[in-house]
């Protein structure tokens, strides 16, 4: 899905301060506050918004070491079931299926290096699990981000909204609100307007 400059705005307002409301945003953008809801929404409903939970450090949880784990699974299990297993172990706080040596890559998270073997243990006891190998993070360097991807896309769209000649933001969404028209009044079922 494409996004333009108000999108990519709103993202990072959102992400950076994710417990502002709807109102604050407009104002801050300023745009109605029809249009922010509107565009949260279609940006949630669109699956470009994943959530609004909030982001919860492991480490102030007690569990200070993270580890990536890889594993070889049989072949005759596939991915799906190992999968929904590794689901079942708290500590194990991604798993992605991968190429190259390995079939899964698993992010784990541990309160002390024994603990670890301890986490270590329980996912190699996970039926369909061959063998494991691990490495521990010593630091996060880059930790997850989404930000730069959304001011890259959003910077992509505005950049052919200019050479098309139309205004960046100016979709006809925005267009559709004009004066004296007020998009989203009312609480819609689904919509985000509690945040």
């Known amino acids: 899905m494409a996004i333009d400059d108000l999108d990519g705005r709103l993202i990072e307002l959102f992400t950076t301060e994710p417990r502002i409301g709807v109102l604050e945003a407009s104002r801050r953008l300023k745009v109605a506050r029809g249009t922010v809801q509107a565009r949260l929404d279609r940006l949630a409903r669109d699956g ?31 991915h799906d079931p190992v999968a929904a297993r590794l689901a079942q172990v708290p500590e194990v706080i991604e798993a992605h299926t991968i190429t190259g040596p390995g079939d899964m890559l698993c992010r784990v998270v541990a309160r002390s290096n024994t603990d670890l073997q301890r986490v270590i243990d329980v996912i ?35 950049a052919a909204s200019t050479r098309k000649g139309t205004a960046p933001g100016r979709d006809a969404e925005t267009r559709r609100e004009g004066p004296g028209r007020r998009e989203g009044s009312g609480r819609r079922e689904g919509s985000a307007e509690t945040w």
Do not use: C, H, K, M
Not at 49 to 70: H, K, M, N, R, S
């Open 124 to 158: 190699v006891d996970v039926a369909g699990v061959e063998r494991a190998s691990s490495v521990i993070s010593l630091a996060t360097q880059v930790p997850y981000r989404t930000l730069p991807l959304v001011r890259a896309a959003s910077s992509r769209r505005n």
């Open 48 to 78: 470009v918004i994943a959530g609004f939970g909030p982001e919860i450090d492991a480490a102030a949880l007690g569990y200070g070491v993270t580890a990536f784990v890889t594993l070889q699974l049989r072949q005759a299990g596939g």
